[in-house]
T-cell receptor
Framework: AQSVAQPEDQVNVAEGNPLTVKCTYS??????LFWYVQYPNRGLQFLLK??????LVKGSYGFEAEFNKSQTSFHLKKPSALVSDSALYFC??????????????FGRGTSLIVHP | NAGVTQTPKFRVLKTGQSMTLLCAQD?????MYWYRQDPGMGLRLIHY???????AKGEVPDGYNVSRLKKQNFLLGLESAAPSQTSVYFC?????????????FGPGTRLTVL
């Protein structure tokens, strides 16, 4: 079985400061990991993914995430937050060995609020 | 490319009424999904399809039916709407098995059942 946890419902950060949104996962093998962002009244947009290779993954809008196998984590980071980064962020995991249905499991989401 | 589109954007139903939500994608994706999003619950999978003519149940399928008669369209039906089905519904597709694994989402349909 696969699962993902986002331990924080909300993260507050001041503009210009670094931000981290946490995600931990559980799969039986090597995971495929994803981050999506949802702006108000919009659908989810893909930010970045880890499939294989470098543990540090760079994505859209200056975001990056680090895959840490020993800690089963995939935290989303950005060196300098913008007010426009305020949104709902979802982490997702998929076990590539789980058959042909390709169903990812999503976390409950973390609301990021960047204060001016 | 329009990507993934959903019709309608908003709808208000009375208990017991029926409706169909339409999802269309122009990316030639095989896999399509219907989710519902409720506050604090994240995304929950209702039904999915791995190709034209195929459908399967997800995590919360009760009260919903789906059809995938054409590859580009995935329809979600509510036969007898209930207030518990008040939610925001999202459709998604994946470019698999040969693509990048990430999902492409539609803009959502906000449904209220009175």
């Amino acid at each position: 079985a696969q699962s993902v946890a986002q331990p924080e419902d909300q993260v507050n950060v001041a503009e210009g400061n670094p931000l981290t949104v946490k995600c931990t996962y559980s799969v039986s093998g090597n995971p495929y990991l994803f981050w999506y962002v949802q702006y108000p009244n919009r659908g989810l947009q893909f930010l970045l993914k880890y499939i294989t290779g470098d543990n540090l993954v760079k994505g859209s809008y200056g975001f990056e995430a680090e895959f840490n196998k020993s800690q089963t984590s995939f935290h989303l980071k950005k060196p300098s937050a913008l007010v426009s980064d305020s949104a709902l962020y979802f982490c997702a995991v998929r076990d590539p060995r789980a058959g042909g249905s390709y169903i990812p499991t999503f976390g409950r989401g973390t609301s990021l609020i960047v204060h001016p | 490319n329009a990507g993934v589109t959903q019709t309608p954007k908003f709808r208000v139903l009375k208990t017991g009424q029926s409706m169909t939500l339409l999802c269309a994608q122009d990316m030639n994706h095989e896999y399509m999904y219907w989710y519902r999003q409720d506050p604090g619950m994240g995304l929950r999978l209702i039904h999915y399809s791995v190709g034209e003519g195929t459908t399967a149940k997800g995590e919360v399928p009760d009260g919903y039916n789906v059809s995938r008669l054409k590859k580009q369209n995935f329809l979600l039906g509510l036969e007898s709407a209930a207030p518990s089905q008040t939610s925001v519904y999202f459709c998604a597709s994946i470019n698999l098995p040969n693509g990048g694994n990430e999902q492409f989402f539609g803009p959502g349909t906000r449904l209220t059942v009175l």
